[in-house]
């Protein structure tokens, strides 16, 4: 029920690959643990296994001075790593070179100041098989976020 009355108040804008971007991201007005947690479930009700999970944003806010910085970038910053056998195999027979996508990975993020509102998105893959592991990507992120 929580889930039905979070997909029905969203306000939801999809930003769509024009040329020339190497994303798609999708940004709610969310809580960014509500995101992460829809992330975590789609993946794995799909039967497959997060490999890691990546706090970039922890990570750079940490090291900000290190390198001469006084910037936060994130508020929040995950990439969460994730592969399917079934899928991998496919693109990697059809190509060997199609590893270098393995694993496939999923971004979510909250900027500095954006309390509530969260962006949640994946690489285009290149022309050809690999848009079968961007339809699967997508179909994730949209699960997750409640679409």
Do not use: W
């Given at each position: 029920?929580k889930?039905?009355?979070?997909?029905?108040?969203?306000?939801?804008?999809?930003?769509?690959?024009?040329?020339?971007?190497?994303?798609?991201?999708?940004?709610?007005?969310?809580?960014?643990?509500?995101?992460?947690?829809?992330?975590?479930?789609?993946?794995?009700?799909r039967?497959?296994?997060?490999?890691?999970?990546?706090?970039v944003?922890?990570?750079?806010?940490?090291?900000?001075?290190?390198?001469?910085?006084?910037?936060?970038?994130?508020?929040?910053?995950?990439?969460?790593?994730?592969?399917?056998?079934?899928?991998?195999?496919?693109?990697?027979?059809?190509?060997?070179?199609?590893?270098?996508?393995?694993?496939?990975?999923?971004?979510?993020?909250?900027?500095?100041?954006?309390?509530?509102?969260?962006?949640?998105?994946?690489?285009?893959?290149?022309?050809?098989?690999?848009?079968?592991?961007?339809?699967?990507?997508?179909?994730?992120?949209?699960?997750?976020?409640?679409e």
């Amino acid at each position: 029920m929580k889930r039905f009355l979070l997909a029905a108040g969203l306000i939801l804008s999809a930003t769509l690959a024009a040329a020339g971007d190497t994303s798609v991201t999708y940004s709610v007005d969310q809580d960014y643990d509500d995101v992460t947690f829809g992330l975590e479930s789609a993946i794995t009700d799909r039967g497959l296994v997060i490999d890691s999970v990546s706090h970039v944003g922890e990570m750079l806010e940490r090291t900000k001075e290190d390198v001469g910085s006084d910037v936060t970038i994130f508020e929040r910053a995950e990439v969460y790593s994730f592969c399917s056998a079934a899928i991998s195999r496919k693109v990697m027979e059809a190509d060997p070179m199609n590893l270098q996508f393995c694993p496939y990975g999923i971004f979510v993020m909250q900027l500095p100041g954006k309390a509530g509102k969260t962006t949640i998105g994946y690489r285009i893959m290149p022309e050809g098989v690999m848009k079968e592991v961007e339809m699967m990507l997508d179909e994730i992120v949209k699960e997750a976020i409640g679409e």
